[in-house]
């Protein structure tokens, strides 16, 4: 249920949804969320092997409470939680062979889009710690993930820029964050610490986000009261990294994907060869920049 509701009826309605989770904490093995926020990622990355630059969107959620939250892609962590279990990797399988098979026959790419991953991402954050969890794809087949403190983002509140989204009044903020100037709209009327991705700290919810580039943009879709249990990330051989080690090893894989698969499997995909590396494809970088200082 989509709402549009103003400060006070959603302080009451976030204080009856914590006075419920109290109630059910006995009895349930996880913990609940107070909203649900639904959220679009857009991005632009330069397509190795033809050099093309193409955009994306790709749907997340945020599940969050006054102590804890998580940042993920529906489809991830379906796919994930199939993986998590024999009887659901058989049924994966099934999926993705049926697929294939479409693929195949009717040379549609988009049979293939609700069976392949289009984020390994996944942030979870812990209130009472100060500190974010990052999990993400870190290679060819490799993911790892790490922890980092919420200090790591300073913010300057633009008191007179004002604007309103989904009927909430929202307010600007800025941070130098990793290599990229973030700008952000919180609203004060939805008296959470948090937003899509990394972000939190700010008094209210991060209902946008974006970068001067062009190239990451988050914006928010949807926001509803929600008892939703939060569940641990399904996944769970993740390597723990340095997170300028993890963007390295992934930036070497975007660069050299095709050799790597060739070199891993012994087959050489028909017309993909490795697009050289220019100074133009280097400007198509991910959310953080700042592990090429090193």
């Known amino acids: 249920m989509n709402m549009r509701i103003f400060k006070p009826v959603f302080i009451l309605l976030l204080l009856c949804a914590s006075l419920e989770l109290c109630a059910k904490k006995k009895a349930q093995d996880y913990p609940r969320a107070e909203i649900k926020a639904s959220y679009n990622y857009h991005y632009k990355f330069m397509r190795n092997g ?17 102590n804890q939250s998580k940042f993920y892609c529906p489809s991830t962590e379906y796919k994930d939680s199939l993986l998590s279990t024999p009887s659901g990797r058989a049924k994966e399988r099934e999926m993705f062979n049926a697929a294939a098979a479409a693929y195949v026959q009717n040379r549609d790419r988009s049979a293939m889009d609700g069976v392949v991953y289009h984020t390994r991402l996944y942030v979870t954050k812990d ?23 919420f200090s790591e983002i300073e913010w300057v509140i633009e008191g007179d820029s004002t604007k309103t989204i989904l009927d909430y009044q929202c307010v600007m903020a800025s941070t130098d964050y990793h290599g990229r100037k973030w700008t952000v709209w919180f609203t004060p009327e939805i008296p959470m610490q948090d937003g899509p991705w990394k972000f939190c700290g700010l008094p209210g919810l991060v209902m946008e986000a974006s970068e001067p580039s062009g190239q990451h943009s988050f914006s928010i879709s949807g926001i509803e009261i929600s008892s939703q249990p939060i569940y641990p990330v399904f996944k769970t051989d993740y390597e723990k990294m340095n997170r300028h080690e993890m ?18 499997t012994g087959i050489e995909l028909s017309g993909n060869v490795d697009t050289p590396v220019t100074e133009e494809s280097r400007k198509y970088d991910f959310l953080e920049t700042d592990y090429r200082k090193e």
């Open 247 to 264: 963007l390295r090893v992934q930036r070497h894989y975007r660069e050299n994907s095709n050799a790597m698969f060739k070199a891993a």
């Open 127 to 149: 209130f009472a710690k100060s500190i974010s969890t990052t999990y993400d794809q870190a290679g060819m087949g490799e993911c790892g993930y790490y922890d980092e403190p």
């Open 50 to 66: 033809d050099g093309v630059v193409v955009e994306k969107d790709v749907p997340f959620i945020l599940l969050a409470n006054h």
